[in-house]
């Protein structure tokens, strides 16, 4: 029988590393809130694809080299930064409108896949929780196989938890109590958003 003990450490870290609220949690949340939960959903399945896309990277090696690059580094963290900036934007705006309740989605669910693969693909932490996960897991023989198991079951976790989100904040007792506090909702989402960005871009990431 084949030993996946190797597997409880990095799926530990993972699950406490996706699952944890941060930009990629709230953004899933805030659609499925907004939205309904067909909308949360489809972010929370191009958060998915951004996170496995770290993930695959990282197993091949590739990520390593990204990692190790002052340049990519500190394009990612421009790029990640000025996207959550964005978001924060888009927030604020939203804060200002006249309160109307919740609503039907208003962005196509290709646009809302693509906006949550770029979340996840321009955030350098995704990258680096990945090659800490995939450290934890390592035995000392380590091979393709391990290395391939780790990605796979860690990014189907990572889908999982997005899909909860999706699903637990799409409820209507949560709708309905967005809808009566949409505008302080966000808000707050707005100054998260744009906290995160700012830290991003100014907070240096060593290089691996």
């Known amino acids: ?28 949340a805030g659609a499925a809130m907004a939205y309904g939960r067909a909308s949360g959903l ?34 990612l963290r421009l790029a990640g930064g000025a996207y959550l900036i964005w978001l924060a934007w888009r927030s604020a705006r939203s804060a200002f409108q006249p309160s109307d309740g919740v609503g039907d ?14 979340l996840n693909l321009s955030n350098p932490k995704a990258a680096l929780a990945w090659a800490a996960v995939i450290a934890l897991g390592l035995p000392a023989d380590a091979d393709a196989w391990h290395l391939t198991t780790i990605a796979v079951v860690c990014s189907a976790m990572g889908l999982l938890i997005y899909i ?30 744009g906290y995160a960005g700012l830290r991003l871009i100014l907070t240096k990431v060593d290089p691996v």
Not at 48 to 59: D, E, N, P, R, V
Not at 109 to 116: D, P, V, Y
């Open 1 to 28: 029988m084949t030993d996946l003990s190797f597997l409880i450490a990095p799926m530990l870290a993972f699950f406490v590393a996706a699952g944890s609220p941060g930009p990629a949690t709230l953004a899933c």
């Open 42 to 75: 489809a972010l929370g399945l191009g958060l998915a694809i951004g996170l496995s896309f770290w993930g695959l990277l990282t197993a091949i090696g590739l990520g390593a080299v990204v990692l190790g690059s002052p340049q990519a580094l500190l394009g």
């Open 105 to 118: 989605a208003t962005t196509s669910s290709k646009r809302l896949i693509l906006r949550g693969v770029l």
């Open 164 to 193: 909860a989100y999706a699903i637990g904040f799409a409820l209507p007792p949560v709708r309905q109590a967005y809808a009566r506090s949409r505008r302080m909702v966000d808000a707050c989402l707005a100054a998260l958003f």
